[in-house]
């Protein structure tokens, strides 16, 4: 069943395809769980105070991210991330009331990027990562996967993997014990408007496949990809219940454990299927697109 869903998602979005309607919000249903312990989000690493610059930093650094890595398949995930987080930051000043608690929103963000740029950070000097991320740097080295792929093992391992623990670390409840588990269903609102974008993006600068140019809408590919991504994410809040209530360093070990296993066991599927020789082709169309414009202004670095 695993490799029928990840096969799914992986055939491409056509251009101009269309999501509104589309994704059901099937997750704001269900109802969060009482957790042991409760923490409350303050200052973290690069984000002392929580204002939208913040996260308007956090895009640009993953702009420049980005540029650097150029065609190598690492700037797949950058790609997708600096989409993902300017529309957050967009929403947080032009939709001041979209989030009930926009500062913990904020915290989340900037400690989420810190994940990331500390399993790159290891990576680069040749220290193993956790292994949904080592699954996904060796993958984008090795060259011979798709960049549907490689959007899915970065958010794959960014999610499934990171958000867990970014979660039980700032807390699941304010400090008046109200869920945030609305503001973090809202979350797949930001989402669903980066989709489009993001593969257009990558279908016209990066490989071919993930764009079919003339394509009409496609509901069964939007259907599959909103709602995996949703499935991941809910997922995310119930390992993170699980992470605050687990009594004791053994039991909490336990579940990140299974977090880890869940994550790396997706890393492997996504990463399974690959076509040798494939690297090269796109890498060629990735610097054909180099010399046209202006397809490769989408995303430019402020």
């Known amino acids: 069943m695993l490799v029928v869903v990840v096969a799914l998602m992986l055939a491409p979005a056509p251009a101009g395809a269309d999501h509104d309607g589309v994704d059901v919000p099937w997750t704001d249903m269900l109802p969060p769980l009482a957790t042991a312990a409760d923490p409350q989000p303050g200052p973290v690493e690069h984000c002392r105070r929580a204002r939208v610059e913040c996260v308007e930093r956090a ?104 958000m867990p623990f970014v979660l039980a670390e700032l807390g699941l409840r304010t400090p008046g014990g109200a869920s945030r588990k609305p503001d973090h269903d809202r979350e797949n609102e930001i989402l669903n408007r980066a989709y489009d974008p993001i593969v257009a993006q990558i279908g016209a600068e990066y490989d071919p496949l993930v764009e079919v140019a003339d394509g009409g809408p496609s509901p069964v590919d939007d259907i599959m990809g909103l709602q995996l991504v949703r499935g991941w994410r809910e997922g995310v809040w119930r390992n993170a219940e699980r992470l605050l209530d687990a009594r004791g360093e053994h039991r909490r070990a336990r579940v990140a454990r299974s977090i880890e296993l869940n994550a790396a066991t997706w890393a492997r599927t996504i990463a399974a299927f690959r076509v040798p020789g494939y690297g090269a082709s796109r890498d060629a169309y990735c610097a054909a697109s180099r010399l046209r414009e202006p397809a490769n202004s989408a995303g430019a670095s402020p």
């Open 59 to 162: 895009a640009r650094r993953m702009a420049r991210m980005r540029d650097r890595f150029g065609c190598d398949h690492r700037a797949i995930f950058p790609v997708t991330y600096w989409h993902v987080t300017t529309l957050i930051a967009e929403s947080l000043r032009a939709e001041p009331d979209f989030f009930d608690d926009p500062e913990f929103l904020i915290y989340e963000a900037q400690l989420f990027a810190n994940y990331f740029y500390r399993a790159y950070r290891r990576n680069r000097v040749g220290l193993p990562a956790p292994p949904a991320w080592q699954i996904a740097f060796d993958a984008w080295a090795q060259g011979d996967t798709n960049a549907a792929q490689d959007m899915l093992l970065g958010i794959n391992a960014h999610v499934q993997r990171d």
